[in-house]
């Protein structure tokens, strides 16, 4: 007592819908989790550029204050009033590692914004997905619809009358 070819087109075609529906949703669930390692990898990533950023900018801003302090020591050791020309010299130390700390932070910054970026495109990129389901949802029914067609007109080809899905009607 076996399954008749109509039934047997017919389990085929359900088993091969439902396994490229579980596939699809496990597809899914795998790149949402990826979505989510990416962008807590990505959240890490930026929380220590800004903890450098942080130390490194307290380290510059210690090393430029015990620079100036070196230049007035030195200036008062030889015996130079911290006026005129002097204050200029300390301006001008000043003011260049104050650019340098400024260019390490932007530095910093900007790759905290391309992290930052990045997170927005996984974000982005995993709204698209979750677009897209429905699309693939149809396309894999309409795509067991045709499987199911055309194995019911080979079984009618193959065996007739008795594999006509219709023959009740006529």
Same mark, same amino acid.
């Given at each position: 007592?076996?399954?008749?070819?109509?039934?047997? @087109?017919?389990?085929? @075609? $359900? %088993?091969?819908?439902?396994?490229?529906?579980?596939?699809?949703?496990?597809? !899914?669930? /795998?790149?949402?989790?990826?979505?989510?390692?990416?962008?807590?990898? %990505?959240?890490r990533k930026a929380e220590s550029e800004r903890d450098v950023l942080r130390?490194?900018?307290?380290?510059? %801003?210690?090393?430029?204050?015990?620079?100036?302090?070196?230049?007035?020591?030195?200036?008062?050791?030889? !015996?130079f009033a911290n006026s005129g020309t002097q204050l200029a010299v300390f301006? +001008?130390?000043?003011?260049?590692? +104050?650019?340098?700390?400024?260019?390490? /932070?932007?530095?910093?910054?900007?790759?905290?914004?391309?992290?930052?970026?990045?997170?927005?495109?996984?974000?982005?990129?995993? @709204?698209?997905?979750? $677009? $897209?389901?429905?699309?693939?949802?149809? !396309?894999? %029914?309409?795509? $067991?619809?045709?499987?199911?067609?055309?194995?019911?007109?080979?079984?009618?080809?193959?065996? !007739? +009358?008795?594999?006509?899905?219709?023959?009740?009607?006529?």
């Open positions: 007592m076996g399954l008749d070819p109509i039934s047997l @087109t017919l389990i085929s @075609t $359900a %088993l091969s819908a439902g396994m490229g529906l579980a596939q699809q949703r496990q597809a !899914g669930q /795998a790149a949402k989790a990826e979505a989510g390692y990416q962008t807590g990898l %990505l959240t130390e490194n900018s307290r380290r510059q %801003l210690i090393e430029k204050e015990r620079q100036l302090a070196e230049v007035r020591v030195s200036n008062a050791a030889r !015996g301006g +001008d130390i000043g003011s260049r590692l +104050d650019d340098r700390i400024n260019q390490s /932070a932007s530095q910093a910054m900007g790759q905290v914004a391309s992290y930052n970026e990045q997170k927005r495109m996984i974000a982005f990129g995993e @709204t698209q997905r979750k $677009a $897209a389901v429905p699309l693939q949802t149809a !396309g894999i %029914l309409v795509g $067991a619809a045709v499987k199911q067609y055309a194995g019911m007109k080979s079984d009618y080809n193959t065996f !007739g +009358d008795k594999a006509n899905p219709f023959g009740i009607f006529g």
